[in-house]
């Protein structure tokens, strides 16, 4: 069915993107990363997470506080993948677990990490942040 080819676009703290659609197609080989990036100048961080996975779960308050906690100086997005969409994305960005948060800078992935356990806390994620885009 045509529903599980799509990516549910999901936006941290509430955030909608102008000019995005709210769903791409993976058969179409859309990819949103792309328009994220050319509408924050190049930089954002984007978590990648399965609405049935519980790591996911446990992850994405975290992700979205740590959003808020930058106010707008960096972009937070997350993308809910499907069991349609998600082999696209592990293939083009090279992450093989749920969640996975990665770290866009200048368009270009410097960084990513998956989150197999409870290890991640804000104050991790906000490590990264610090050290990648010096905020």
């Known amino acids: 069915m045509e529903l599980l080819m799509k990516i549910t676009i999901a936006l941290a703290a509430g955030i909608a ?6 769903c791409f197609q993976a058969a179409n080989n859309n990819d949103p990363i792309n ?14 997470h399965k609405s049935d996975c519980p790591y996911s779960g446990y992850l994405s308050p975290i992700f979205d506080q740590v959003g808020r906690n930058y106010g707008g100086k960096l972009y937070f997005h997350k993308i809910t993948l499907t069991s ?11 992450f093989s677990t749920f969640p996975t948060v990665a770290y866009f800078k200048n368009n270009k992935l410097v960084k990513k990490h998956g989150s197999g356990n409870r290890t991640y806390t804000a104050g991790k994620i906000q490590g990264h942040v610090g050290n990648i885009y010096k905020l």
């Open 17 to 22: 993107l102008m000019g995005l659609p709210s």
């Open 35 to 48: 328009t994220i990036l050319k509408n924050h100048n190049g930089n954002a961080v984007i978590m990648f």
């Open 84 to 94: 349609g969409s998600q082999n696209m994305f592990k293939q083009k960005y090279g």
